[in-house]
């Protein structure tokens, strides 16, 4: 819908001979409504997030052998280090729930692939792949260069 200025809106008025009266006071509530409402449009700014890679290494092979793993956000100013406290938080949560209860996650992986992603938002954890991706290593050289 398009937007019309109060003041163009007045002039019109004026153009048809509107009482004057009546024209103060439809201009006046214009002028009402056009003002933003306190506290809207201040929103926080998003917060800065950091991507990192959870490695699924239960047999301690890294680095060596083909592991799999999962894609993980978080806040750009907090550690990779505390991914799992906040997975365990979902996780914790999830399992407190009434469906939790029934189905609880037992294991990262679980908590990872089945969790909804509302118990995540409270750690401030964003899971990127429920199902693991396959990790690739690199030797960070180009062959023949």
């Not at 899971?127 to 991706?133: A, E, F, I, L, R």
Request: net charge neutral; glycine share 8%; aromatic share 6%.
């Amino acid at each position: 819908m398009p937007k019309i200025d109060v003041n163009k809106v007045a002039e019109i008025l004026k153009k048809h001979h509107i009482d004057p009266a009546v024209l103060r006071r439809v201009v006046e509530e214009m002028n009402i409504a056009v003002q933003p409402d306190p506290g809207e449009g201040e929103q926080p700014p998003p917060v800065k997030k950091q991507y990192a890679i959870l490695v699924s290494d239960p047999d301690g092979r890294l680095p060596e052998g083909d592991f799999t793993g999962w894609v993980l956000q978080i806040p750009e100013s907090d550690s990779p280090a505390s991914s799992r406290e906040r997975i365990a938080k979902g996780a914790y949560d999830y399992n407190a729930s009434k469906k939790g209860r029934l189905y609880p996650a037992k294991t990262v992986g679980e908590a990872l692939e089945s969790v909804p992603g509302r118990f995540f938002r409270d750690a401030e954890l964003w899971v990127k792949t429920k199902t693991p991706v396959v990790v690739l290593r690199t030797d960070n050289e180009i062959p023949g260069g």
